[in-house]
T-cell receptor, first 113, second 110 residues
């Protein structure tokens, strides 16, 4: 079974803090994705990576950065957290491109106060 | 206008009912159409996957795509309480990205 794990289920941070969200997949997948999920807006792609050290912006990259130093690990960084970044963050991975099944982690509920 | 619009729900039906979940889209480049199911406090999981127009059946689930109308549907027959979840449609128009609908929350009452 593919397993995608995220470092925290719940996280509370203060405005201005630097926040790291970690994601690890154990199936040697090439592609990894970070989404945020908000009521009424669905899943929105923040960044994705199709190879180690490669990254591409998604639909809403502002205020975020990512790091992929190893194939199995994809980190999302909030350089200076703001209250409008309070959301559910979902990591996913897939073996091939966009038509391939994406496997999601359980999500991290981030609250910025 | 969003590229993918999905009925927001929430939708509540009695056990055994036929459920119809729908999405419309505006980008004619979309070729692959998927339905993901997301249980509470879990990540989404792929439920159905279709390419181009037509129907695809898997047990109690049928996915239908009408490219001429830019409309996709997911039908659930003999719905069960275990089907209670949020259903997200997703479409692929480029090599590596999916575009998701906002999701429909479904509750099947016993």
């Amino acid at each position: 079974d593919v397993k995608v794990t995220q470092s925290s289920r719940y996280l509370v941070k203060r405005t201005g803090e630097k926040v790291f969200l970690e994601c690890v997949q154990d199936m040697d997948h090439e592609n990894m994705f970070w989404y945020r999920q908000d009521p009424g807006l669905g899943l929105r792609l923040i960044y994705f990576s199709y190879d180690v050290k490669m990254k591409e912006k998604g639909d809403i990259p502002e205020g975020y950065s990512v790091s992929r130093e190893k194939k199995e690990r994809f980190s999302l960084i909030l350089e200076s957290a703001s209250t409008n970044q309070t959301s559910m963050y979902l990591c996913a991975s897939s073996l091939l491109g966009g038509v391939d099944e994406q496997y999601f982690g359980p999500g991290t509920r981030l609250t910025v106060t | 206008q969003k590229e993918v619009e999905q009925d927001p729900g929430p939708l509540s039906v009695p056990e055994g009912a036929i459920v119809s979940l729908n999405c419309t889209y505006s980008n004619s480049a979309f070729q692959y159409f998927m339905w993901y199911r997301q249980y509470s406090r879990k990540g989404p999981e792929l439920l159905m996957y279709t390419y181009s127009s037509g129907n695809k059946e898997d047990g109690r689930f049928t996915a239908q795509v009408d490219k001429s109308s830019k409309y996709i549907s997911l039908f659930i027959r003999d719905s069960q309480p275990s089907d209670s979840a949020t259903y997200l449609c997703a479409m692929d128009g480029s090599a590596r990205q999916l575009t998701f609908g906002s999701g429909t929350q479904l509750t099947v009452l016993p």
